[in-house]
């Protein structure tokens, strides 16, 4: 997967991620915005169809490329618990 960075500044920072879509942003934009520090987490392409979809995010306090690693994280940690779970379901 590329991640390319886009803009950054002290408080935000806009990133693309070519050939990704909904299914990876959303649950981005949602971890981000669980966290206190994001103020915005928000993501958008110009057209749907060609354009890589960027996510932008803007802390009031921190780093924002440590907010949006800090949301990839618990992404992966929610996935490998229901995994987890998944292997010790027996089969009924």
């Not at 802390?59 to 998944?86: F, M, N, T, W």
Request: aromatic content about 6%; overall charge negative; glycine content about 2%.
């Amino acid at each position: 997967m590329e991640v390319k960075l886009v803009a950054k500044d002290k408080d935000s920072i806009e990133v693309e991620i070519p050939g990704e879509t909904e299914t990876l942003f959303e649950p981005l934009r949602s971890a981000l915005l669980r966290n206190p520090n994001v103020k915005i987490a928000t993501y958008h392409a110009e057209h749907p169809w060609f354009d890589a979809k960027r996510l932008y995010v803007k802390v009031s306090d921190g780093k924002p490329a440590e907010a949006l690693r800090a949301a990839a994280r618990e992404i992966l940690e929610e996935l490998d618990s229901a995994i987890e779970q998944i292997e010790k379901m027996k089969e009924p």
